[in-house]
Structure formats: C-alpha cells, structure tokens
C-alpha cells in the first residue's frame, strides 16, 4: 500500500518495566468528575456523565523520571491544570457492565488536562463545541502507563498537584463521581472501546492558571508522578 505522504508515526506510552509501547488509540475525558471541582465551575449534584476528546497526538508523553516540557499555547490567556487518573484500556468492547469493566484495563497512568480556559467558557456561552479550549496541540502531558497488577488501590488513591513546589490540586479517586468501572460502561454505550484508549476520568478541585516557566508536578498514589514544564 503507498500513500500520498508520509503517514505519521503511531503515538505511544512507555509502559513501567517493559521495552515494548502502549499504542494510543483514541483519547477520552470525563467532564467534572469529582463534587468539588464541579462546584467550583458553577455546577452541582451527580449529573449523568459527559465526555470530549482530545487528538491522540496531543499527548506529551513524558519517561519516567524525566521532566517533560510544553509550550505555552496561542490564543489564551487562561492556561489551567487540571490533574488527572489516566485508564489506558487493554481490552475493546461495546456495553461493557461496570462489573466487568476492570477487566478491560491495561494499566493506568498520570496525565494533565490542560486547558485554554478563556476559550473554553467562550464556547460555552455561544454553545459552541470546547475543542479550541480542549483538544489542541501539546494539551495532554502523561507519564509512564503502570500495569494494573502494578498498581496500587487505584479506587482510593491520592492525587495530587503542585506548581513551582506549591500545593494546587489534593484529593482522592475515591472522590470520583462515576468511578473508573461506571465511566467505562457509560462510554461503552456511546463508543466501541478499542484496544489502545485512554481515559482521562475527571480532575479535583483547585484548577488555576499557568504561566511560562511554572513546572508542574502531579501525581496518583501507586503510580508515580509526572513532570513538565511550561515554556
């Protein structure tokens, strides 16, 4: 088979204690997970679950160990963080119960929803689709995929995030408004999961703005940290 160009290289994670690279399929984020960051984005109450996308390729994929780097994005002057539990899915499917959707889980992984927040509330009041303020380039930085025979208690885990050493972001995947089994079976109805997804599923409170030089440090109990720099 030729093609026109070049195709480009498949996007890959680097998976804890192999040579071998965790292909990414497509990338899934669960919007306003945790009660205290939907509060603070105005919001209230266990609502049926959302979801948007970001290009594979807006991964920043991050060795452990490593502090990665980012660029400040154009057109915003509202860069946030927002850290979260990444669900690298090992086995596809359609309707997957939540009793049986762990067993669809490859690993899991630390990773940064970020945001051009300005942009993001503009779409909203127009009731235009977030895909300027979500799903640009270099906007989803992630470290090292830990297999879930690995991983700790990944269901009460602590998260965290600081910038420049300080405090941001603390809380529990407990805290999890749709946990990890529930938001697979939700996204299962929607999509055909496929080998090589990645869930972001949702942030705690306390997002706030970046700017040029902050490093982020964020991390998942059980699974490590993730470094970068913003640029």
Not at 129 to 134: H, L, N, T
Not at 221 to 230: D, E, K, P, R, Y
Request: aromatic share 8%; proline share 6%.
């Amino acid at each position: 088979m030729s093609f026109v160009f070049t195709p480009p290289a498949t996007v890959s994670v680097p998976v804890v204690g192999l040579a071998e690279r965790f292909p990414v399929n497509r990338i899934y984020c669960v919007g306003r997970n945790y009660e205290e960051h939907a509060k603070e984005m105005g919001f209230t109450g266990r609502e049926p679950p959302f979801f948007f996308l970001k290009p594979a390729n807006a991964l920043v994929v991050i060795d452990s160990g490593k502090t990665g780097s980012m660029p400040y994005p154009s057109m915003t002057q509202n860069f946030h963080h927002e850290i979260e539990l990444v669900v690298a899915i090992g086995t596809g499917g359609k309707n997957i119960k939540a009793a049986d959707a762990l067993k669809h889980v490859y690993g899991y992984a630390v990773g940064l929803d970020m945001t051009r927040r300005d942009l993001q509330n503009e779409a909203k009041k127009t009731g235009r689709p977030w895909c300027i303020g979500k799903g640009f380039d270099h906007s989803a930085p992630i470290g090292a995929i830990t297999r879930a025979a690995d991983a700790g208690d990944i269901e009460n885990a602590e998260i965290f995030l600081q910038v420049g050493g300080q405090d941001r972001q603390r809380s529990n995947t407990a805290k999890l408004i749709w946990n990890i089994a529930e938001s697979i079976e939700h996204l299962s109805a929607a999509w055909e999961l496929q080998p090589g997804d990645l869930i972001f599923s949702g942030t705690p409170e306390g997002v706030a703005a970046v700017v040029s030089g902050d490093t982020l440090t964020g991390g998942v109990a059980g699974i490590g940290t993730l470094s970068v720099t913003v640029n």
